[in-house]
């Protein structure tokens, strides 16, 4: 077999492909076949091809077929190909706009690499051992849990908890108690304190989060004092991992021990990192003092870490109106620092938004005629005890008048031609409103049941 260049257009789709029930008679009847088992599986993949673009590890297979190539293996990705660059081949209005909107995200690649078989039967062994399982060791050998873990490096739990520690270790060197804590934790909890650190809702009223090798920290360390010593005396001693093993049972830790969380009016403007490969306070060997205060300067200029470069970075919606959903996902792409004034205009335009689709949704009538009524009508459904933590600030800010970042700033973002947003202002209320955003998209799944 020879590998050759193709035009996603000169390729056609098998119609005799194993995952279709019957035979196809068109390419839209194959693509239409692969969605009604699981469109979701089909839109992800045409998502991942233009974020990373197709895999170059797998090759598509086709085969000559009198004027035509068919595809033998990666109808899939063909397919999802052929959807981004004609949605209309999708069979319902409402996945064409799904696909068009992903379509306008990037560049679809127009080629890609085929291997050529003279025949069906010429590719069988190979389509075989690649769907057919391990095959005694000749097809693919999934990884274990523990070779997984090895490759994910510091992205598994657990090392994400061993650099935490690290970090904490080196924040508080004078507390004594909780540094026996720590080590202890190090010792007999370390998975147990992965699973917190692993929930994006513990990282983020903690304000941690990982680059790589480098914890950042989004609060002073006196202000994280009390909680991190109250979490690694409870991990050192009675909280096993039956009390934390669910994001229900997290939640409930965290309502435990919401006094002496950190507030949001406290985060920093800019992150602080912690390394344990970092250097010294000196000159490095072999370095200048000139070369050295360059390094140094380097360090300085602080690498903000993903879920603040952009707004509503942790927020997916997936139960709420295809409209509401594509504004959210258009606003993620904003950054903060760069455009701040649409930025700011954005977290307003957002929040009204899915506030008034839910209410639609669920034919609710009443406290809709004002921006905070809605935001209201929401917290009342979904938080009415008010005893979630994760909508502290989001109660704060939109119904109390007691902060500096209360509705009034939302309205001057978009009607105030004299005001100038702040990018920590933005940022905080991205941060303070993305639970809200979550908790409607749940609230509207529930309904739907």
Same mark, same amino acid.
């Given at each position: 077999m020879k590998q050759a260049s193709m035009h996603v257009a000169s390729l056609t789709l098998d119609d005799n492909n194993p995952r279709h029930a019957k035979q196809t008679a068109s390419d839209a009847e194959s693509i239409a076949a692969l969605l009604e088992k699981g469109p979701e599986k089909l839109i992800r993949l045409a998502r991942d091809i233009i974020q990373h673009g197709v895999n170059p590890t797998e090759l598509v297979v086709v085969m000559a077929d009198g004027d035509r190539n068919v595809v033998l293996e990666g109808n899939r990705r063909i397919a999802a190909l052929k959807l981004l660059h004609n949605p209309k081949l999708a069979p319902t209005e409402k996945l064409q706009r799904q696909v068009a909107a992903i379509a306008k995200r990037g560049e679809v690649p127009r080629r890609v690499i085929c291997v050529v078989a003279q025949s069906r039967l010429q590719a069988e062994h190979w389509?075989?051992? /690649?769907? *057919?399982?391990?095959?005694?060791? =000749?097809?693919?050998?999934?990884?274990?849990?523990?070779?997984?873990?090895? !490759?994910? $490096?510091?992205?598994?739990p657990t090392e994400k908890a061993r650099?935490?520690?690290?970090?904490?270790?080196?924040?508080?060197?004078?507390?004594?108690?909780?540094?026996?804590?720590?080590?202890?934790?190090?010792?007999? /909890?370390? *998975?147990?304190?992965?699973?917190? =650190?692993?929930?994006?809702?513990?990282?983020?009223?903690?304000?941690?989060? !990982?680059? $790589?090798?480098?914890?950042?920290?989004?609060?002073?360390?006196?202000?994280?004092?009390?909680?991190?010593t109250r979490i690694f005396a409870d991990f050192a001693g009675s909280v096993s991992?039956?009390?934390?093993?669910?994001? /229900?049972?997290?939640?409930?830790?965290?309502?435990?021990?919401?006094?002496i969380l950190p507030k949001l009016s406290d985060r920093l403007d800019e992150p602080e990192k912690y390394s344990k490969f970092s250097n010294g306070d000196g000159p490095s060997q072999g370095q200048s003092a000139e070369e050295n205060n360059e390094t140094e300067n380097k360090k300085q200029r602080r690498k903000r870490p993903d879920f603040e470069k952009r707004l509503f970075q942790s927020v997916t919606l997936r139960h709420a109106s295809l409209r509401t959903s594509e504004v959210l996902e258009e606003a993620k792409k904003i950054s903060i620092d760069d455009m701040p004034n649409i930025a700011a205009i954005m977290v307003r335009a957002v929040i009204d938004i899915v506030a008034a689709d839910v209410a639609d949704q669920l034919g609710w009538r009443r406290n809709q005629d004002t921006l905070k009524g809605r935001i209201a009508a929401v917290l009342n459904q979904v938080d009415p005890g008010r005893t979630d933590p994760n909508l502290r600030d989001a109660w704060r800010l939109s119904q109390e008048e007691d902060g500096a970042l209360v509705l009034k700033t939302l309205h001057s973002f978009v009607h105030s031609w004299q005001s100038h947003?702040?990018?920590?202002?933005?940022?905080?209320?991205?941060?303070?409103?993305?639970?809200?955003?979550?908790?409607?998209?749940?609230?509207?799944?529930?309904?739907?049941?």
């Open positions: 389509i075989k051992i /690649r769907h *057919t399982g391990e095959n005694g060791g =000749i097809g693919v050998v999934r990884w274990s849990t523990s070779e997984a873990s090895r !490759f994910g $490096g510091r992205s598994t650099l935490f520690t690290d970090a904490v270790s080196d924040w508080f060197p004078e507390d004594l108690e909780l540094q026996v804590n720590i080590q202890a934790v190090r010792e007999g /909890r370390i *998975t147990n304190l992965g699973r917190m =650190i692993a929930d994006p809702t513990v990282r983020n009223l903690l304000g941690v989060s !990982f680059d $790589g090798d480098v914890v950042l920290r989004n609060f002073p360390k006196e202000k994280l004092h009390p909680i991190l991992v039956d009390q934390i093993k669910t994001k /229900r049972l997290r939640e409930k830790y965290l309502e435990q021990v919401e006094e947003p702040l990018t920590v202002e933005v940022r905080k209320l991205s941060l303070a409103y993305s639970p809200l955003l979550v908790k409607a998209d749940e609230l509207l799944e529930k309904k739907s049941r």
